[in-house]
């Protein structure tokens, strides 16, 4: 049970139904999920969070359409956020993969291990991980990678202090193994 419900959309105030109104329309397929309807809760803070896709967009201009969401789903792995790894969990399995069983270059692979380094040591990355992305990557790339990480991060954060519940739409998605929770 999440510890603040996500706002109904009749009972956000007028500036932030149209907040959410021009997040679905300008981002295609997207919807006022769980944790956006529990941001809407601060328009500045569903605003801050938002910015979450104009970086994504970027990152897919650095790395690609395939290794932007794999890496994405890295960071939320290394996060242990049930959201946002089953959200990228659908995108993989959408695009023909499985996510138990993706198949990964080197150049693939150090990028997933960058993300889920940053994510897992809370950004205390070794200059052996941190290397291989150095020597392929501009400054003002690493800068993106790093930005977006961090953003992904404060997302993954968010839904799990709020224990923001995985949305219907995605049930198909979660991973047949459930994480055991202890009393």
Not at 1 to 29: C, K, S, W
Not at 42 to 54: K, R, T
Request: include cysteine.
């Amino acid at each position: 049970m999440p510890r603040i419900t996500p706002l109904p959309y009749n009972e956000a105030t007028p500036d932030v139904q149209a907040a959410f109104d021009a997040h679905v329309a300008d981002h295609a397929g997207s919807r006022i999920t769980n944790m956006k309807a529990t941001l809407g809760r601060s328009l500045l803070a569903f605003q801050v969070y938002m910015q979450w896709y104009p970086l994504y967009e970027q990152v897919k201009g650095i790395v690609g359409d395939r290794l932007a969401y794999l890496y994405a789903h890295a960071i939320s792995e290394g996060s242990d956020c049930p959201v946002c790894t089953t959200f990228f969990r659908r995108i993989i399995i959408d695009n023909g993969e499985r996510p138990e069983d993706i198949q990964l270059t080197e150049h693939e692979q150090d990028v997933i291990n960058f993300g889920s380094a940053i994510a897992q040591n809370k950004g205390d990355v070794s200059d052996e991980i941190y290397a291989p992305i150095a020597e392929r990557y501009t400054d003002a790339q690493i800068v993106v990678l790093v930005a977006f990480a961090g953003q992904m991060i404060a997302t993954n954060i968010f839904n799990n202090v709020l224990e923001v519940t995985v949305d219907e739409y995605l049930y198909p998605y979660l991973p047949l193994t459930q994480p055991q929770t202890h009393p």
